[in-house]
């Protein structure tokens, strides 16, 4: 009976000594496996992303945005002339239809400032800030006449120089009556219709 318990307890020794050689030898494959398994996982993952990587589009380029233009305010004077105003008056001692200027136009002047903004170099803006009259315009003057014109003489053409044709012609200063007179020397070129020439030389009121 004793015999049997030892032989019984060297069987499962033996038993379990070959299951444990087994596993010994059984055991590199295994990590081996384990370690190719273990980097396919790891390299999977970097060829999935690389692989989305090149399929992303490319992106636009970003356009700068442009720079903004300087602006700048200026402070502008001008001048703007200012028309002179016209007159006129009557004026009894120049004959009727003669114009004399008296009094000269002139034209006045106006300042005006501004004040002006420019961006980028261009007048963009414009603000009128004052504006003074620096120089008074002159009204310009221009006298009319009014006077009457003498009725045009109408001299006899048998004299040269100019005798009036009337009733009766006398030599100024002399004894006649008129009612015209004449001042000579006088040319009698024709007849001699007023009497005028007394001596008969061709002189007449010598």
């Known amino acids: 009976m004793r015999v049997r318990k030892v032989l019984l307890r060297v069987a499962v020794a033996v038993s379990v000594a070959g299951m444990l050689v087994g596993c010994a ?21 970097e060829e999935t992303e690389a692989a989305e990587v090149e399929e992303t ?12 233009p300087a602006v700048e305010v200026k402070t502008v004077t001008v001048t703007q002339t200012i028309a002179f105003k016209r ?14 200027v008296r009094t000269k136009g002139v034209a006045g002047v106006r300042t005006l400032t501004y004040e ?38 109408q001299c006899d ?3 040269s120089g100019c ?22 020397p006088i040319r009698v070129i024709g007849s001699d219709i007023y009497d005028l020439d007394r001596d008969n030389d061709g002189i007449a009121c010598e």
């Open 57 to 68: 589009p490319s992106a636009e380029p970003t356009a700068e945005p442009s720079p903004t």
């Open 116 to 153: 002006v903004t420019y961006s980028g170099g261009q007048e963009t803006g414009r603000k009128l800030l004052r504006q003074v009259v620096t120089k008074q315009p002159v009204t310009e003057v221009t006298a009319v006449g009014t006077k009457k014109k003498a009725p045009a003489q």
């Open 163 to 184: 005798v009036p044709i009337a009733s009766d012609v006398d030599c100024a200063g002399g004894g006649g009556n008129g009612p015209a007179y004449v001042s000579g």
């Open 25 to 45: 030898a059984a055991e590199p494959e295994r990590s081996r496996d384990t370690a190719e398994v273990a980097a396919e996982s790891v390299a999977a993952p």
């Open 157 to 159: 053409p048998n004299y």
């Open 87 to 100: 007159t006129t008056v009557k004026d009894a001692t120049l004959t009727e239809g003669t114009r004399k």
